[in-house]
Protein backbone atom coordinates (compact mmCIF):
# COMPACT_ATOMS: atom_id res chain seq x y z
CA UNK A 1 0.00 0.00 0.00
CA UNK A 2 1.51 2.96 -0.94
CA UNK A 3 1.57 6.14 2.02
CA UNK A 4 -1.42 8.47 1.56
CA UNK A 5 -0.60 11.82 0.10
CA UNK A 6 -0.04 14.66 2.18
CA UNK A 7 -3.21 17.29 2.81
CA UNK A 8 -2.96 20.18 0.42
CA UNK A 9 -2.01 23.54 1.74
CA UNK A 10 -5.36 25.14 0.33
CA UNK A 11 -7.20 22.27 2.15
CA UNK A 12 -5.48 23.06 5.13
CA UNK A 13 -5.80 26.63 5.37
CA UNK A 14 -9.59 26.01 4.61
CA UNK A 15 -9.68 23.37 7.64
CA UNK A 16 -7.93 26.18 9.94
CA UNK A 17 -10.37 29.49 8.55
CA UNK A 18 -13.59 26.80 9.57
CA UNK A 19 -11.96 25.45 12.66
CA UNK A 20 -11.33 29.01 14.09
CA UNK A 21 -14.68 30.71 12.51
CA UNK A 22 -16.25 27.41 14.85
CA UNK A 23 -14.38 28.43 17.66
CA UNK A 24 -15.17 31.85 18.09
CA UNK A 25 -18.72 31.91 16.95
CA UNK A 26 -19.53 28.75 18.89
CA UNK A 27 -17.54 30.12 22.13
CA UNK A 28 -19.17 33.79 22.14
CA UNK A 29 -22.66 32.26 20.87
CA UNK A 30 -23.28 29.24 23.30
CA UNK A 31 -21.70 30.99 26.05
CA UNK A 32 -24.89 34.09 25.43
CA UNK A 33 -27.64 31.41 24.37
CA UNK A 34 -26.64 29.45 27.78
CA UNK A 35 -27.03 32.34 29.94
CA UNK A 36 -29.42 33.92 28.46
CA UNK A 37 -31.83 30.93 28.99
CA UNK A 38 -31.56 31.01 32.61
CA UNK A 39 -32.06 34.41 32.45
CA UNK A 40 -35.26 34.21 30.85
CA UNK A 41 -37.06 31.40 33.43
CA UNK A 42 -34.88 28.39 32.26
CA UNK A 43 -33.91 26.12 35.26
CA UNK A 44 -32.69 22.87 33.99
CA UNK A 45 -29.16 22.35 34.11
CA UNK A 46 -29.05 18.99 32.72
CA UNK A 47 -31.02 20.30 29.18
CA UNK A 48 -28.26 22.64 28.82
CA UNK A 49 -25.08 20.73 29.48
CA UNK A 50 -26.90 18.18 27.17
CA UNK A 51 -27.10 21.02 23.98
CA UNK A 52 -23.58 22.28 24.62
CA UNK A 53 -22.62 18.58 22.34
CA UNK A 54 -25.63 17.57 20.80
CA UNK A 55 -25.19 18.79 17.76
CA UNK A 56 -21.66 16.99 17.33
CA UNK A 57 -23.39 14.43 14.31
CA UNK A 58 -22.42 17.70 12.05
CA UNK A 59 -18.86 16.93 12.36
CA UNK A 60 -19.90 13.42 10.23
CA UNK A 61 -20.12 16.13 7.48
CA UNK A 62 -16.76 16.78 7.91
CA UNK A 63 -15.60 12.90 8.09
CA UNK A 64 -17.43 12.62 4.85
CA UNK A 65 -15.03 15.21 3.10
CA UNK A 66 -12.04 13.94 4.58
CA UNK A 67 -13.50 10.39 3.68
CA UNK A 68 -13.89 11.35 -0.20
CA UNK A 69 -10.53 13.19 -0.16
CA UNK A 70 -8.78 10.31 1.30
CA UNK A 71 -10.20 7.63 -1.36
CA UNK A 72 -8.73 9.95 -4.09
CA UNK A 73 -5.54 10.12 -2.71
CA UNK A 74 -5.55 6.25 -1.38
CA UNK A 75 -7.68 4.40 -3.79
CA UNK A 76 -11.11 3.06 -3.07
CA UNK A 77 -10.25 -0.16 -1.94
CA UNK A 78 -7.77 1.17 0.55
CA UNK A 79 -8.96 3.75 2.21
CA UNK A 80 -10.26 2.69 6.02
CA UNK A 81 -13.84 3.95 6.76
CA UNK A 82 -12.85 4.38 10.29
CA UNK A 83 -9.01 5.15 11.73
CA UNK A 84 -9.49 4.90 15.27
CA UNK A 85 -8.45 1.81 16.80
CA UNK A 86 -9.57 0.13 20.21
CA UNK A 87 -7.00 2.13 22.83
CA UNK A 88 -8.03 5.54 21.45
CA UNK A 89 -11.93 4.42 21.25
CA UNK A 90 -11.39 3.96 24.37
CA UNK A 91 -9.61 7.14 25.87
CA UNK A 92 -12.79 8.93 24.02
CA UNK A 93 -15.30 7.02 26.04
CA UNK A 94 -13.07 8.41 28.92
CA UNK A 95 -12.64 11.57 28.12
CA UNK A 96 -16.07 12.27 26.83
CA UNK A 97 -17.83 11.39 30.04
CA UNK A 98 -15.40 13.90 31.45
CA UNK A 99 -16.18 16.53 29.32
CA UNK A 100 -19.43 15.89 30.33
CA UNK A 101 -19.13 16.66 33.47
CA UNK A 102 -17.33 19.60 32.58
CA UNK A 103 -20.28 20.88 30.25
CA UNK A 104 -22.72 20.30 33.46
CA UNK A 105 -20.86 22.45 35.66
CA UNK A 106 -20.22 25.70 33.33
CA UNK A 107 -23.78 25.13 32.97
CA UNK A 108 -24.52 25.14 36.59
CA UNK A 109 -21.99 28.24 36.80
CA UNK A 110 -23.92 29.87 34.29
CA UNK A 111 -27.56 29.60 36.14
CA UNK A 112 -25.68 31.50 38.86
CA UNK A 113 -23.23 34.19 37.43
CA UNK A 114 -23.20 36.88 35.11
CA UNK A 115 -21.19 35.85 31.50
CA UNK A 116 -18.71 38.43 32.43
CA UNK A 117 -17.61 36.59 35.23
CA UNK A 118 -17.94 33.55 34.65
CA UNK A 119 -16.51 33.59 30.76
CA UNK A 120 -13.26 35.80 32.87
CA UNK A 121 -12.95 32.53 35.31
CA UNK A 122 -12.84 29.83 32.66
CA UNK A 123 -10.68 31.60 31.07
CA UNK A 124 -8.47 30.50 33.53
CA UNK A 125 -8.20 27.32 32.46
CA UNK A 126 -5.34 27.74 30.26
CA UNK A 127 -3.07 28.00 33.08
CA UNK A 128 -3.81 24.95 34.43
CA UNK A 129 -3.64 23.66 30.56
CA UNK A 130 -0.27 24.55 30.98
CA UNK A 131 0.52 22.68 34.33
CA UNK A 132 -0.85 19.48 33.57
CA UNK A 133 0.60 19.32 30.07
CA UNK A 134 4.28 19.94 31.83
CA UNK A 135 3.27 16.87 33.90
CA UNK A 136 1.41 14.50 31.56
CA UNK A 137 3.14 15.28 28.05
CA UNK A 138 6.34 17.32 29.68
CA UNK A 139 5.43 20.67 27.43
CA UNK A 140 8.50 22.43 28.45
CA UNK A 141 7.36 26.47 29.75
CA UNK A 142 8.26 29.68 27.50
CA UNK A 143 8.53 33.42 28.62
CA UNK A 144 5.18 33.70 26.29
CA UNK A 145 3.84 30.52 28.24
CA UNK A 146 4.52 32.53 31.87
CA UNK A 147 3.46 35.67 30.79
CA UNK A 148 0.04 34.26 29.81
CA UNK A 149 -0.36 32.00 33.38
CA UNK A 150 0.67 35.57 35.22
CA UNK A 151 -2.05 37.37 32.99
CA UNK A 152 -4.84 34.90 33.62
CA UNK A 153 -4.11 34.55 37.24
CA UNK A 154 -4.16 38.01 38.53
CA UNK A 155 -7.53 38.72 36.73
CA UNK A 156 -9.45 35.97 38.82
CA UNK A 157 -7.57 36.82 41.86
CA UNK A 158 -9.23 40.84 41.80
CA UNK A 159 -12.08 40.07 40.88
CA UNK A 160 -12.88 37.78 43.99
CA UNK A 161 -11.39 40.53 46.09
CA UNK A 162 -14.64 42.14 44.68
CA UNK A 163 -16.97 39.37 44.19
CA UNK A 164 -20.07 41.61 44.73
CA UNK A 165 -20.13 44.23 42.25
CA UNK A 166 -21.60 41.86 39.34
CA UNK A 167 -23.85 40.19 41.48
CA UNK A 168 -27.18 39.60 39.70
CA UNK A 169 -29.81 41.47 41.49
CA UNK A 170 -31.81 39.03 44.49
CA UNK A 171 -29.08 36.50 44.32
CA UNK A 172 -27.77 35.19 47.69
CA UNK A 173 -24.09 35.03 48.30
CA UNK A 174 -24.35 31.44 48.63
CA UNK A 175 -25.72 31.39 45.49
CA UNK A 176 -22.78 33.46 44.08
CA UNK A 177 -20.00 31.33 45.50
CA UNK A 178 -21.27 27.87 44.86
CA UNK A 179 -21.47 29.21 40.79
CA UNK A 180 -17.88 30.46 41.53
CA UNK A 181 -16.67 27.36 42.86
CA UNK A 182 -18.41 25.33 39.65
CA UNK A 183 -16.83 27.35 37.33
CA UNK A 184 -13.36 27.27 38.43
CA UNK A 185 -13.72 23.44 39.11
CA UNK A 186 -14.67 23.38 35.31
CA UNK A 187 -11.50 25.22 34.73
CA UNK A 188 -9.52 23.29 36.21
CA UNK A 189 -11.10 20.11 35.00
CA UNK A 190 -10.99 21.40 31.43
CA UNK A 191 -7.55 22.19 32.21
CA UNK A 192 -6.48 18.06 32.65
CA UNK A 193 -8.61 16.74 29.67
CA UNK A 194 -6.93 18.69 27.21
CA UNK A 195 -2.92 17.68 28.05
CA UNK A 196 -5.29 14.31 28.96
CA UNK A 197 -6.05 13.88 24.82
CA UNK A 198 -2.60 14.69 24.39
CA UNK A 199 -1.36 11.99 26.58
CA UNK A 200 -3.98 9.91 25.03
CA UNK A 201 -2.98 10.30 21.14
CA UNK A 202 0.87 9.32 22.32
CA UNK A 203 -0.06 6.29 23.82
CA UNK A 204 -2.47 5.23 21.14
CA UNK A 205 0.64 3.82 18.55
CA UNK A 206 -0.91 5.23 16.03
CA UNK A 207 -0.20 7.73 13.28
CA UNK A 208 -2.25 11.23 14.32
CA UNK A 209 -3.69 12.77 11.21
CA UNK A 210 -6.41 15.17 10.53
CA UNK A 211 -9.24 13.03 10.03
CA UNK A 212 -8.44 11.02 13.46
CA UNK A 213 -8.53 13.73 15.50
CA UNK A 214 -12.16 14.82 13.84
CA UNK A 215 -13.20 10.89 14.69
CA UNK A 216 -11.73 11.16 18.87
CA UNK A 217 -13.80 14.59 18.90
CA UNK A 218 -16.79 12.93 17.62
CA UNK A 219 -16.75 10.19 19.75
CA UNK A 220 -15.93 12.49 22.73
CA UNK A 221 -18.46 14.55 22.07
CA UNK A 222 -21.06 11.60 21.37
CA UNK A 223 -19.92 10.41 25.16
CA UNK A 224 -20.69 13.37 26.59
CA UNK A 225 -24.11 13.57 25.18
CA UNK A 226 -24.81 10.39 26.70
CA UNK A 227 -23.39 11.21 30.05
CA UNK A 228 -25.87 14.67 30.04
CA UNK A 229 -29.00 12.40 28.68
CA UNK A 230 -28.45 10.21 31.72
CA UNK A 231 -28.79 13.16 33.49
CA UNK A 232 -31.45 14.15 32.01
CA UNK A 233 -33.34 10.70 32.38
CA UNK A 234 -32.75 10.99 35.98
CA UNK A 235 -34.08 14.31 36.59
CA UNK A 236 -37.03 14.20 33.87
CA UNK A 237 -35.40 17.10 31.97
CA UNK A 238 -37.39 15.50 28.86
CA UNK A 239 -40.73 16.59 29.82
CA UNK A 240 -39.27 19.99 29.37
CA UNK A 241 -40.87 22.04 26.31
CA UNK A 242 -38.57 23.31 23.90
CA UNK A 243 -40.34 26.26 23.55
CA UNK A 244 -37.54 28.73 25.27
CA UNK A 245 -35.39 28.13 22.27
CA UNK A 246 -37.96 30.79 20.35
CA UNK A 247 -35.71 33.34 22.83
CA UNK A 248 -32.95 33.47 20.53
CA UNK A 249 -35.06 35.10 17.68
CA UNK A 250 -36.29 37.39 19.88
CA UNK A 251 -32.92 40.33 20.02
CA UNK A 252 -34.80 42.99 20.80
CA UNK A 253 -36.45 41.83 24.28
CA UNK A 254 -32.44 40.67 25.00
CA UNK A 255 -31.38 44.13 24.26
CA UNK A 256 -32.62 45.72 27.60
CA UNK A 257 -30.14 48.77 28.27
CA UNK A 258 -31.78 49.34 32.01
CA UNK A 259 -30.08 45.77 32.95
CA UNK A 260 -26.24 46.31 32.16
CA UNK A 261 -25.65 43.70 34.39
CA UNK A 262 -27.93 40.77 33.35
CA UNK A 263 -25.86 39.03 30.99
Not at 4 to 28: H, Y
Not at 54 to 64: E, K, M, R, T, Y
Not at 72 to 77: C, F, L, Q
Not at 148 to 169: H, K
Amino acid sequence: MEPAKPMSNSLRKLFLVVSAISMIVGGCAGSLVIRLYFLHGGSKIWLSSFLQTAGCPIILVLLAITYMARQKSEGSKNTKFILMEKPLFNASVIIGIIFGAIAYLYSAASSKLPISTSSLIYSCQLAFTAGFAFLLVKQKFTPYTVNTLVLLTIGPAILAFNATSDRPEGESTKDYIIGFVMIGSAAVVNGFVLPLMELAYKKANQEINFTLAVEFNMMMCFFATVFSTVGMLIHKDFQLSFVWLILVTNTVEFCDPGSPNDI
